[in-house]
T-cell receptor, first 108, second 114 residues
Framework: KNEVEQSPQNLTAQEGEFITINCSYS?????LHWLQQHPGGGIVSLFM?????KKHGRLIATINIQEKHSSLHITASHPRDSAVYIC??????????WGAGTKLIIKP | DGGITQSPKYLFRKEGQNVTLSCEQN?????MYWYRQDPGQGLRLIYY???????QKGDIAEGYSVSREKKESFPLTVTSAQKNPTAFYLC?????????????FGPGTRLLVL
């Protein structure tokens, strides 16, 4: 079993829908990252969380440390949100463990 | 503009050949990383460097080598010992290596075997 599991693996939705991507992990962590990988391959960091909730524009990330679970939400989704969303967790040995990613397609 | 550059975008390797992937950053970051990405899998760490003239093996270092002679440069050599080199290679940098700093990624190099 992978230490970081993302669900769903693939998600297709219509423009305007509310999107939720989940990340579950099995190790103790000090922080969790959400990143976005564009179709061309470039990766950008979206959030780093150690507790609670963060919001940036239409993106919201939450984390529940006790339940070892994080979610990334996108409100009013748009075709330009189409990308792979990656979760990475930071155990206390400071070596990031990466999820396999969730491929999101938003149709106009 | 500050950022990370990788070259080339695509690279072809023949049997028995060593190839070198370039990674340069002008962010004045101390830490640099090389990752390999295969379809359907998470990123896997090949090597990382916390400071000039020092580097550490990651999870899949076999068949790869690196150098860190300058702060801004961290080239990766894929040697002939790497039997399955076809993958997407990503270079990243961060201020430190404690994992709580944002990692900034280059655009990647796609390596294909002829």
């Amino acid at each position: 079993k992978n230490e970081v599991e993302q669900s769903p693996q693939n998600l297709t939705a219509q423009e305007g829908e509310f999107i939720t991507i989940n990340c579950s992990y099995s190790v103790g962590i000090s922080a969790l990252h959400w990143l976005q990988q564009h179709p061309g391959g470039g990766i950008v960091s979206l959030f780093m969380l150690s507790s609670g909730k963060k919001k940036h524009g239409r993106l919201i990330a939450t984390i529940n440390i006790q339940e070892k679970h994080s979610s990334l939400h996108i409100t009013a989704s748009h075709p330009r949100d189409s990308a792979v969303y990656i979760c990475a967790v930071l155990p206390f040995n400071y070596q990031l463990i990466w999820g396999a990613g969730t491929k999101l397609i938003i149709k106009p | 503009d500050g950022g990370i550059t990788q070259s080339p975008k695509y690279l072809f390797r023949k049997e028995g050949q060593n190839v070198t992937l370039s990674c340069e950053q002008n962010l004045n970051h101390d830490a640099m990383y090389w990752y390999r990405q295969d379809p359907g899998q998470g990123l896997r760490l090949i090597y990382y460097s916390q400071i000039v003239n020092d580097f550490q093996k990651g999870d899949i270092a076999e068949g790869y080598s690196v150098s860190r002679e300058k702060k801004e440069s961290f080239p990766l050599t894929v040697t002939s010992a790497q039997k399955n080199p076809t993958a997407f290679y990503l270079c990243a940098s961060s201020l430190g290596t404690r994992g709580q700093e944002t990692q900034y990624f280059g655009p990647g190099t796609r390596l294909l075997v002829l």
